[in-house]
């Protein structure tokens, strides 16, 4: 009964907007015969900057790979294959050199060249989103228009992933110059931006000029529907082509509906637990470890995830960086009051904070965490729900107390997996945690090239930052994503930073 009437709400929400938005403009020519012109997709979360080396975030990301390339294409089997790039080699341990295709468009018409490869990886530097991609530069050369040639102070281990980031995608250096809030979002990816609108819509065009094949989809759109509810009725009902992030309790409809198809694989993305180091009562580690004993981990999968998913114990994926299979912080109510009662607290003075957190299921996860801190009687924890933006802003300026956030771990290295998200003034770290042994020690472990020593770096690393514990790992998730039957050309990725660019509907 409340899943009933739970659709039902979300269904007279969803025709309120509808009746409300207008739908994009069809492009001048048509599909290719057979396949729907306009691909919707249905998601959460917005597209909140236009600059890849503005933001690590997930829906960010899934628009890059339609806007914008980079010089090669990680094929997450520890191997790599070029893309604006025609061809690589590895000159020397810190010498790599790049030749690019020639006639590659921006969607300004502009060609592509080597001086926007200079530019975009110099740009990407300044960045505290993408500067630890490009602290180990030492010079960018471009002898022709053709060519570039990296040379780096170290021999770093992970460079070819950091290469083929989205986030180092290559931007046109007139583009940027001229219009420093726009230019970023012109690329030369197979889709160009035709209107951006927070909070409601991402519409793309196929960019004619595009020097690769041809996507079958004219148009793609990103529709934002906050609710999950709300987004399965728009997939049943074919007001979108594919829905993000379903509901666990909705994954029986979507597979038991001869209409649908769902999509699912193991993922490797981290959910957990973000303290504000910079201030009371977070800065003491005590404190955070107290919360971290009063979780229930268990708990948390059951109510925000459907028990679908792999408790996490560590930042490090496995299979992705230097798992060791550590298991702290398993609950314990009793170590939990101990450690609260020594930092003065008690069930007449109790400690007092709010989760800032943004989404449906960040908004679970914190009601289950609720649950165990009120069983100690010596926490008062409030949930306070937001906008993604919102929720950033409070990241950046550190306002914040403990909040639930996630890290799309994959197959781009050790070094991924821990700097950007816990290096000093990283703009994914979150927490504000600055240990410069730490980040000393990352930055030796990125350049050693025994790899049984940089093992055990890693493993230091993560035994030392797991004992601070500026974050908690809670859980790895499973990937689902709902399509209509006739979604071709579709895998789901297992950091949820889908590539929709090849994707169409048949008709």
Not at 201 to 224: A, C, N, Q, W
Not at 235 to 254: K, N, Q, V, Y
Not at 351 to 367: N, P, Y
Not at 478 to 489: C, R, S, Y
Request: charged share 25%; glycine share 6%; aromatic share 8%.
């Amino acid at each position: 009964m409340k899943k009933f009437l739970a659709l039902a709400l979300a269904l007279v929400m969803m025709l309120g907007l509808v009746a409300c938005g207008e739908k994009a403009p069809a492009g001048d020519e048509g599909a290719a015969a057979g396949v729907k012109e306009e691909l919707v997709i249905g998601t959460d979360e917005n597209v909140t900057t236009l600059d890849p080396s503005g933001s690590n975030s997930r829906p960010n990301h899934v628009l890059y790979w339609m806007t914008h390339e980079c010089l090669l294409v990680n094929n997450m089997d520890g191997t790599f294959s070029p893309q604006v790039c025609e061809s690589f080699e590895q000159v020397s341990p810190t010498e790599w050199k790049f030749n690019l295709r020639q006639g590659v468009k921006f969607h300004n018409g502009e060609e592509l060249k080597a001086s926007d490869v200079k530019f975009t990886l110099e740009r990407a530097a300044e960045s505290s989103f993408t500067s630890d991609k490009m602290s180990w530069n030492e010079s960018i050369e471009t002898p022709d228009d053709y060519t570039v040639i990296l040379k780096l102070t170290e021999p770093v281990q992970d460079i070819l992933n950091f290469l083929s980031d989205r986030t180092l995608s290559i931007v046109n250096e007139k583009a940027v110059t001229e219009d420093p809030e726009n230019g970023p979002g012109v690329g030369c990816g197979p889709y160009k931006l035709r209107e951006w609108v927070l909070n409601d819509h991402t519409t793309l065009d196929l960019f004619e000029d595009y020097y690769g094949e041809k996507p079958m989809s004219k148009v793609i759109t990103l529709r934002i529907i906050p609710e999950a509810a709300a987004r399965l009725i728009s997939l049943s009902t074919g007001e979108i082509d594919i829905c993000m992030f379903p509901a666990r309790i909705d994954l029986d409809t979507i597979r038991n509906d001869e209409n649908l198809t769902l999509y699912e694989t193991d993922g490797s993305t981290m959910h957990y637990v973000t303290f504000n180091t910079t201030r009371a009562p977070f800065n003491d580690a005590n404190v955070r470890k107290a919360i971290a004993y009063a979780i229930d981990r268990a708990k948390v999968i059951e109510i925000a995830e459907e028990g679908l998913a792999s408790p996490a114990y560590t930042f490090y994926s496995k299979g992705f960086g230097q798992y060791t299979g550590v298991e702290p912080y398993n609950t314990d109510l009793e170590k939990a009051k101990e450690l609260l009662a020594a930092a003065g607290y008690s069930e007449d003075n109790k400690l007092k904070f709010t989760m800032q957190v943004s989404g449906d299921v960040k908004i679970l996860q914190a009601q289950a965490i609720q649950m165990g801190l009120n069983a100690t009687g010596m926490v008062d924890a409030q949930i306070e729900s937001m906008e993604l933006t919102a929720l950033k802003d409070l990241f950046k300026k550190a306002e914040y107390d403990m909040s639930l956030y996630n890290w799309a771990n994959g197959a781009s290295g050790a070094d991924s997996n821990v700097r950007p998200i816990l290096s000093s003034g990283s703009g994914s770290n979150r927490s504000h945690y600055a240990n410069p042994e730490m980040d000393a020690l990352m930055d030796k472990a990125l350049v050693e090239m025994d790899v049984a020593v940089r093992e055990e770096m890693y493993k230091e690393i993560q035994t030392t930052i797991i004992n601070d514990l500026p974050i908690m790992p809670l859980y790895y998730d499973k990937v689902f994503v709902g399509a209509n039957k006739n979604v071709q050309n579709f895998t789901p990725d297992i950091m949820e930073c889908h590539n929709f660019s090849r994707t169409y509907v048949a008709e």
